[in-house]
């Protein structure tokens, strides 16, 4: 140790430390390897930053604009001067099976090679002609030269001017020579510069640059324009060995896999012919690595599958396209629209071509299934609300859920059931099973009777095949057994109701073995299905054929695609060669749903919806005829017929026109004729009440 001149101790740099600091406590690092701590903390923050990152991005992706500018620039030389783009185009032909155009590639070429030699052996022969060449044009110059000189010599009288034009030209070579010299020497500086320009400009222009080299804006490239070689990158990207090999081996042919890109509503559609050994499953089951590849959302991106073997059907929606909502249904913009049930179509919405998507209802059972709250019963409604238009059609409704969805029917539908419990399920089974009690009447009926149509409607059905509620004879309502009654009438309906005209709609959520039995959803000769969660459930909603063909309810988002269904139908409109039609339903709300439900009772003479069928053990035959006629003038007898049926099956299920005659007799408001068809009259009926006896207005359920 030493002394300063101040009188402090200095201790020495080299001198060991003193013992109790010899040694760092355990567990803390020693200052070196803190100082490495700290510095790899710091190398870590500067790399890390935004700004590193970016500028090493740079360097990276101007370093290799440059190198694939120099690989395009080679491969269109070779191109050039070689038949290599023949071979690729004609390997290109064969893959797509076109034979037509592969003999063309092979003759262009054929014929590209013989020129190629005639060039080559004119080469043999060029060096002499050009000597020859060389030395008459250079002894014709200097000849040329001296007859200058002559004339010049001749016109001045002086000799000497003979040598005057050669020694001119050499001079002027002389200079040329120098002015070479320095553009020379420039050019060796500036040419190599010049030529890495050239060539990142290339690479630049051709973004011949990593995708990750990018700037945040340039490398987010979804949303991107849909071309011949983006979807050829897309497929080659998808990992099946067999399609990237082929696609390979086309090189930058390997869009004549490809039909022309057309517009398709909000997107774009494109058939892919793919190589022989890749077959159209492959490239389905990777739905989401092509969508990704494309720049789409899984969701954004289609595949069908043609008619033309070996090809699927893309179909890749505009960047966000689909989460825009469609315009307003005809139903609501229209006031003066009129539906047909027999030669209509309902205007339900529009497929993902942006085309209007109508479906035909006639003679057609009908099945909407998907998960809770996706717009299942708006669906549903949707199409009821258009067939109401036709004052022929008679709806009966039941909705399960009874949260007034169906509210509006009330006026329009002859029985309108709303309510979750089991007592509702046993009124939409007994319902349902009038509609076969009126289907087997009209079976029956003389051949060529005409029959208005009669739709049943049961909304939320799994609460009906799921009910445990017994009936009297300890028979179930609910289940998938010969003893269900609810499940009996259904099969009932789906054998034998198109004939008649008697149809059943059904819509269900959430489809199991269990609350949709297999027997009763293969009878809907229409079936669509909003977003499921499972394949499993979307081959129950629509079937094998439909899901093998494309169909993938189960790709739906829930809670996002809401409206947004996959109906597998003969019904609609379906592209040649696909199982199923993917529709974006137009949405009408309950308010308006009201208003077209208005337009609709104002086409008809009046309906008493029945809301809770009456089961008791007493009726009151002639007032339920008047309520059945409600405000009508006057009613055809088969529909009060119908409508008794519908208000109490148990009393007036096996009523014939003697039984509403009988009853009448005497009553003075007996059937009578209108326009050559038997009718009973509302006043007459009220008149009948009024001055009917005391005592008479029960009468015992037979």
């Given at each position: 140790?030493?002394?300063?001149?101040?009188?402090?101790?200095?201790?020495?740099?080299?001198?060991?430390?003193?013992?109790?600091?010899?040694?760092?406590?355990?567990?803390?690092?020693?200052?070196?390897?803190?100082?490495?701590?700290?510095?790899?903390?710091?190398?870590?923050?500067?790399?890390?930053?935004?700004?590193?990152?970016?500028?090493?991005?740079?360097?990276?992706?101007?370093?290799?604009?440059?190198?694939?500018?120099?690989?395009?620039?080679?491969?269109?030389?070779?191109?050039?001067?070689?038949?290599?783009?023949?071979?690729?185009?004609?390997?290109?032909?064969?893959?797509?099976?076109?034979?037509?155009?592969?003999?063309?590639?092979?003759?262009?070429?054929?014929?590209?090679?013989?020129?190629?030699?005639?060039?080559?052996?004119?080469?043999?022969?060029?060096?002499?002609?050009?000597?020859?060449?060389?030395?008459?044009?250079?002894?014709?110059?200097?000849?040329?030269?001296?007859?200058?000189?002559?004339?010049?010599?001749?016109?001045?009288?002086?000799?000497?001017?003979?040598?005057?034009?050669?020694?001119?030209?050499?001079?002027?070579?002389?200079?040329?020579?120098?002015?070479?010299?320095?553009?020379?020497?420039?050019?060796?500086?500036?040419?190599?510069?010049?030529?890495?320009?050239?060539?990142?400009?290339?690479?630049?222009?051709?973004?011949?640059?990593?995708?990750?080299?990018?700037?945040?804006?340039?490398?987010?490239?979804?949303?991107?324009?849909?071309?011949?070689?983006?979807?050829?990158?897309?497929?080659?990207?998808?990992?099946?060995?067999?399609?990237?090999?082929?696609?390979?081996?086309m090189g930058d042919a390997g869009a004549a896999m490809l039909s022309p890109i057309v517009l398709a509503g909000c997107g774009v559609e494109v058939d892919a012919t793919l190589p022989s050994g890749v077959s159209t499953i492959e490239v389905q089951n990777r739905r989401r690595k092509l969508a990704e590849n494309l720049g789409r959302h899984e969701h954004e991106v289609f595949i069908t599958i043609p008619t033309a073997?070996?090809?699927?059907?893309?179909?890749?929606?505009?960047?966000?396209?689909?989460?825009?909502?469609?315009?307003?249904?005809?139903?609501?913009?229209?006031?003066?629209?009129?539906?047909?049930?027999?030669?209509?179509?309902?205007?339900?919405?529009?497929?993902?071509?942006?085309?209007?998507?109508?479906?035909?209802?006639?003679?057609?059972?009908?099945?909407?299934?998907?998960?809770?709250?996706?717009?299942?019963?708006?669906?549903?409604?949707?199409?009821?609300?258009?067939?109401?238009?036709?004052?022929?059609?008679?709806?009966?409704?039941?909705?399960?859920?009874?949260?007034?969805?169906?509210?509006?029917?009330?006026?329009?539908?002859?029985?309108?059931?709303?309510?979750?419990?089991?007592?509702?399920?046993?009124?939409?089974?007994?319902?349902?099973?009038?509609?076969?009690?009126?289907?087997?009447?009209?079976?029956?009926?003389?051949?060529?009777?005409?029959?208005?149509?009669?739709?049943?409607?049961?909304?939320?059905?799994?609460?009906?095949?799921?009910?445990?509620?017994?009936?009297?004879?300890?028979?179930?309502?609910?289940?998938?057994?010969?003893?269900?009654?609810?499940?009996?009438?259904?099969?009932?309906?789906?054998?034998?109701?198109?004939?008649?005209?008697?149809?059943?709609?059904?819509?269900?959520?959430?489809?199991?073995?269990?609350?949709?039995?297999?027997?009763?959803?293969?009878?809907?000769?229409?079936?669509?299905?909003?977003?499921?969660?499972?394949?499993?459930?979307?081959?129950?909603?629509?079937?094998?054929?439909?899901?093998?063909?494309?169909?993938?309810?189960?790709?739906?988002?829930?809670?996002?695609?809401?409206?947004?269904?996959?109906?597998?139908?003969?019904?609609?409109?379906?592209?040649?060669?696909?199982?199923?039609?993917?529709?974006?339903?137009?949405?009408?709300?309950?308010?308006?749903?009201?208003?077209?439900?208005?337009?609709?009772?104002?086409?008809?003479?009046?309906?008493?919806?029945?809301?809770?069928?009456?089961?008791?053990?007493?009726?009151?035959?002639?007032?339920?005829?008047?309520?059945?006629?409600?405000?009508?003038?006057?009613?055809?007898?088969?529909?009060?017929?119908?409508?008794?049926?519908?208000?109490?099956?148990?009393?007036?299920?096996?009523?014939?026109?003697?039984?509403?005659?009988?009853?009448?007799?005497?009553?003075?408001?007996?059937?009578?004729?209108?326009?050559?068809?038997?009718?009973?009259?509302?006043?007459?009926?009220?008149?009948?009440?009024?001055?009917?006896?005391?005592?008479?207005?029960?009468?015992?359920?037979?």
């Open positions: 140790m030493t002394t300063n001149g101040t009188g402090g101790n200095i201790v020495h740099l080299f001198k060991d430390p003193p013992p109790e600091q010899a040694a760092p406590a355990a567990g803390v690092p020693s200052r070196p390897e803190r100082l490495w701590v700290r510095s790899g903390r710091v190398v870590r923050t500067v790399v890390g930053h935004e700004r590193a990152m970016g500028a090493g991005r740079a360097v990276v992706r101007h370093g290799m604009y440059v190198i694939g500018g120099g690989r395009i620039v080679v491969r269109r030389v070779w191109d050039s001067r070689t038949a290599a783009r023949y071979e690729r185009m004609l390997r290109a032909a064969e893959a797509a099976g076109n034979h037509d155009a592969a003999v063309a590639w092979e003759e262009r070429g054929a014929r590209f090679r013989a020129a190629r030699h005639r060039r080559r052996m004119d080469l043999l022969t060029a060096p002499v002609q050009a000597a020859k060449s060389a030395a008459a044009g250079a002894g014709a110059t200097v000849g040329a030269l001296l007859l200058l000189g002559v004339v010049m010599a001749l016109a001045s009288e002086d000799f000497t001017e003979l040598g005057t034009p050669l020694m001119a030209a050499i001079e002027l070579v002389n200079g040329l020579l120098f002015v070479a010299s320095i553009v020379w020497g420039i050019g060796v500086l500036i040419g190599p510069w010049a030529a890495v320009a050239g060539l990142w400009a290339v690479g630049r222009r051709r973004q011949a640059a990593p995708n990750w080299t990018l700037p945040a804006r340039e490398r987010d490239d979804a949303g991107a324009p849909i071309t011949p070689s983006v979807v050829v990158t897309a497929l080659r990207d998808l990992g099946i060995p067999t399609l990237r090999k082929a696609i390979k081996e073997a070996r090809t699927v059907r893309l179909w890749i929606a505009d960047s966000g396209a689909l989460d825009e909502p469609i315009g307003p249904s005809p139903l609501v913009t229209d006031p003066d629209l009129k539906a047909n049930y027999k030669t209509g179509r309902a205007p339900w919405g529009q497929d993902l071509r942006g085309d209007a998507a109508a479906l035909s209802l006639y003679q057609r059972h009908l099945l909407v299934t998907g998960l809770s709250n996706q717009g299942k019963t708006a669906a549903l409604r949707a199409l009821a609300l258009w067939l109401a238009l036709d004052p022929s059609v008679e709806f009966r409704i039941a909705d399960l859920k009874g949260v007034g969805d169906w509210g509006m029917f009330d006026g329009l539908a002859s029985v309108l059931i709303q309510g979750p419990t089991d007592d509702h399920v046993i009124e939409a089974t007994e319902m349902v099973e009038g509609g076969v009690a009126e289907m087997e009447r009209r079976l029956q009926a003389p051949p060529g009777t005409v029959h208005p149509p009669l739709i049943l409607v049961v909304d939320e059905a799994q609460m009906a095949f799921m009910c445990p509620a017994l009936d009297g004879e300890k028979r179930p309502y609910g289940g998938s057994k010969a003893t269900s009654r609810y499940f009996m009438a259904a099969r009932k309906i789906h054998n034998q109701g198109r004939a008649v005209n008697v149809m059943l709609w059904q819509g269900t959520q959430d489809p199991t073995d269990q609350n949709l039995p297999k027997l009763v959803r293969e009878g809907a000769h229409t079936r669509a299905s909003l977003a499921l969660g499972t394949e499993s459930q979307a081959r129950m909603a629509l079937g094998d054929k439909a899901v093998d063909g494309g169909a993938a309810p189960h790709l739906l988002r829930q809670g996002l695609d809401k409206g947004t269904l996959v109906v597998a139908s003969d019904g609609i409109e379906v592209p040649a060669g696909q199982a199923s039609l993917t529709v974006r339903t137009h949405y009408i709300s309950t308010d308006d749903a009201g208003e077209v439900a208005t337009r609709a009772k104002a086409m008809r003479d009046g309906v008493t919806t029945v809301h809770v069928l009456d089961t008791g053990q007493q009726h009151d035959p002639l007032a339920d005829i008047a309520a059945v006629i409600g405000t009508a003038p006057r009613l055809l007898t088969q529909d009060v017929l119908k409508r008794l049926a519908a208000r109490n099956a148990k009393a007036y299920g096996h009523w014939s026109f003697g039984d509403l005659t009988r009853v009448l007799e005497g009553t003075g408001a007996e059937p009578y004729k209108s326009d050559g068809r038997m009718v009973i009259g509302r006043d007459r009926i009220a008149h009948a009440l009024t001055n009917r006896p005391e005592g008479d207005a029960g009468t015992a359920a037979g």
